[in-house]
């Protein structure tokens, strides 16, 4: 098993930051894919950001220049730096966990809402 901790959201004005961040243990694995995902209301979940244990990382357009995911292998912490935030970053993020060689994530957090104000 695996244990996901999410901190760091909360209300910030648009064009403001926040960094969110979401600490692994237990059963990890060596090669794994962290990722962030969001959730607002009445829309279906987004997968936002991805990094690899390689260090390789990939972003959904929408946050493209924006957000930056990072990681302290020696923490296990993955970070979200999410910078110029808009009304529309609103939404619960949520962290996820896999094994590299799996379809689905099978490990998450408990989520963390970031609020927006225009």
């Known amino acids: 098993q695996v244990q996901l901790v999410e901190s760091g959201g909360g209300l910030v004005q648009a064009g403001g930051s926040l960094r969110l961040s979401c600490a692994a243990s237990?059963?990890?694995?060596?090669?794994?894919?962290m990722a962030w995902f969001r959730q607002a209301p009445g829309k279906e979940r987004e997968n936002v950001a991805d990094?690899?244990?390689?260090?390789?990382?990939s972003y959904a357009d929408s946050v493209k220049g924006r957000f930056t995911i990072s990681q302290n292998n020696a923490k296990n912490t993955v970070y979200l730096q999410m910078n110029s935030l808009k009304p529309e970053d609103t939404a619960v993020y949520y962290c996820?966990?896999?094994?590299?060689?799996?379809?689905?994530?099978?490990?998450w957090g408990q989520g963390t809402q970031v609020t927006v104000s225009s």
């Open positions: 237990g059963r990890t694995f060596s090669t794994y894919v």
């Open positions: 996820a966990y896999k094994n590299y060689v799996w379809s689905t994530y099978d490990y």
């Open positions: 990094i690899l244990w390689s260090g390789a990382t």
